[in-house]
């Protein structure tokens, strides 16, 4: 096997192992989100960017408006997992200005696009 071929397995089989684990990403976010929308109506959010690490937000509002549950999905990467944003646990809308401002740029972004519509 010269260099060009052995080139060609490599980077075949790191685009399989990419789709593999972009799978396995979708899969645990499908599953936090099922989780989520029995807890209450889930609102979404993401940022626009095509070229910075997107963010994505996932809240959970009870009846009062009060959020209950809210995690964020940001990242470049296929290992990107979910973490809770403790600072909006609690809040309501529109959020006082000391909880927005503990968020990073791309999260608020993403809690914007949430709350448009």
């Given amino acids: 096997m010269d260099a060009t ?3 060609i ?8 192992l990419q789709i593999a684990f972009g799978f396995l990403q979708v899969r ?9 929308a029995k807890q209450g109506q889930v609102k979404i959010g993401r940022t626009q960017s095509r070229w910075k690490p997107r963010t994505l937000l996932v809240m ?7 959020i209950i549950e809210a995690k964020a999905l940001k990242g470049m990467t296929v290992f990107a997992r979910p973490r809770t ?7 309501r809308y529109p959020f ?3 909880v927005i401002n503990q968020l990073d740029k791309g999260t608020r972004e993403a809690l914007t696009v949430a709350f448009s519509h």
Avoid at 9 to 16: H, L
Wanted: charged share 20%.
């Fill in 5 to 7: 071929t052995s080139l």
């Fill in 9 to 16: 397995f490599v980077a075949i089989f790191a685009w399989v």
């Fill in 28 to 36: 645990a976010f499908n599953k936090m989100l099922q989780k989520m």
């Fill in 60 to 66: 959970v509002e009870d009846t009062d408006g009060v």
């Fill in 85 to 91: 944003v403790k600072c909006l646990l609690g809040q």
């Fill in 96 to 98: 006082a200005e000391q």
